[in-house]
């Protein structure tokens, strides 16, 4: 297990490497001039490029890149190529905001999609099943920016329940609504796959035979068919986690959260295209996206004891 | 016919005369008499599919959808009669109005319920949806952003599914190094979240269509491969391919013309799951800034604009809402039903 663990660990540590790489030559060699020149004199624009460093072969600036990040842990000379803000220094609120609401929301996601799918196996085609199916469309169908639209007009402008936008001092109450729009997918896709999972478990023949044995309610429930059904859901857990990262963007960007994601829609979308921001977040983006994965699969390995052995194979 | 008796051997002994032919027996029966057994009939596979597909509820429902949206996307701009982005303005009094902002409103509809016509410049005029704050007609807007999202969505998809499909068979039928390179590249393009390649791209790309359709084709590709390439896994060893190679087909045909037939039925639901996902991420790009731009409009682009005004037109937002979620309903219940259509458990037969 530890020789698998290490040979994923390897193995995502060159992909995040690679990407780096890629992103930082895809960033410096494209056309065009990361300084607006028409606002800035051609000394200035010189200045500018000597102070950053791109004037520099490009394996140096690379080599240059890669340690400041280990070093003092800011990425390149970088800093807001519009106001002059280092990355280094709005990045830590930023990621803590962006965390402390995704993890609010797939916590909430998951809780209620659990509960929701495990209501809605138990009684097969019944209202429940019918109103799980319902809820995990609509959940599918509607993308989060348009709840947090709603939400945020009915219970912040129509009644003022919840603060208008996003207010650190109010961390609690301000967090509600947008962890409930980004939960709202969590829900429906944990829902939907929980319930197929159990229905799938409960006509299997151990089930069958556990019954036959005279086990029934709450314990063949917990300690036969769930630890079976839950294993998989690992596996749909990973990807929700990192699309609340990535599709918190518009919730952030909507109720004024300072996250990531509205570093990234400021970067891409702003007055231009802040080079510097857009190359910091691609590595962190990334990096973050692996490290889940590698994280879920270790997990998976760890609960599903024939994963584990297949992997001894392979 | 006759009818022959057994006779039972305790029984008293029957005496009936001996059965002779006659000429009535030995006719050749006529084409109309000989029927074919209608319920247990043989029928192609793609018969099959379509049978057990319109079968059931949901998908049928999704197809209705996806070709009404289909049909108002392509007519729906002549039923109203203005332009995408003619901004609608009337003389009055030799100064221009323009019709901004007017809540939904049919005249004939208001007249039989109040029995009044409306008092301003624009009494005559029929806005389904309304107008926007610069005084284009919604629902032509709506039609035209479904348009544009579908259009971008259909394109990007079918290439996609040429790459995909070629890069997974390629790499699934060659094997050993070439297969084992061709993953880790995957791989390594499937650790990029999708926003980090458009945002690289957004760097030296102009926005607009061009953006989203480059992002979309930089991404979705690699699914097909993955399908495509697990079908030629499991295609390659069978003996019909054996057979071909024996008959001294070369590789090219083997992949193309051989398996790829037998992959078509997990690529068309992936490409129906595929579907939803594009007009999902063009909505997505064109919410924050980075898509279409104005005076061009997609759903995306839509939602936009009713956020910016939803304080004081809140209905605004609500017409391009529903086109994109019924276009995520219909394209995943049809999705569903045609993954259960072409590959049928026992059940369903």
Redesign the interface.
Known sequence: MAKYILKRLGLAIL?IF??TLV?FI??RI???NPFPSERMSAEQIAAKRLEMGLDDPIVVQFINYIKNIFVNGSFGKGSSLYNGVPIKSVLPACISNSFRIGGMAILFGTIVGLILGICAALNKNHFLDVFCTVIS??G????S??FM?YLQ?FFS?KITIFPFYFDKNQFLLSAVLPAISLSLFSIATIARFTRNEMVEVMDSDYVLLAQAKGMHGAPLITKHILRNALIPIVTVLAPLI?DLL?GA??VE??YGINGIGKL??D???GEG?D?NY?LA??II??AL??AV?LVVDVVYGLLDPRIRVTAKRG | MSKKRIPFLNAAPVTEPAYIPTDEDFVFKENNDISIDKNFASQGYWKGVLVRFFKKKRPTLGLIIVLVIIILALFGPLISGYGNTEIISANVDGRQVTASSISPRVPWIHKLFTGEEYDDPFADHTFIFGTDTVGRDLFTRTCNGARISLLIAFVTIIIDMIIGMSYGLISGYFGGVADATMQRFVEIIYSVPRLVIVSVLATFMPKGVWLVIVALLLTEWIGMSKISRAEMMRMKDQECILASRTLGAKNGRIIFRDVLPNTIGPIITQVMFSIPTAIFTEAFLSFVGVGIVLPQCSVGSLIEDGFNNITTIPYQIIPPIIILALLMLGFNFIGDGLREALSPSIEDM
């Not at chain 1, 599918?140 to 993308?143: I, N």
């Open positions: 992909t690679i990407i992103l895809l960033v494209m056309p065009g469309i609509i599918v169908c509607v993308p920016y348009v639209i007009y402008y990192v990535t963007l518009v960007k909507i990234m829609v970067a891409i979308a295209i080079y857009v977040l691609g983006y990334s996206y692996t994965m």
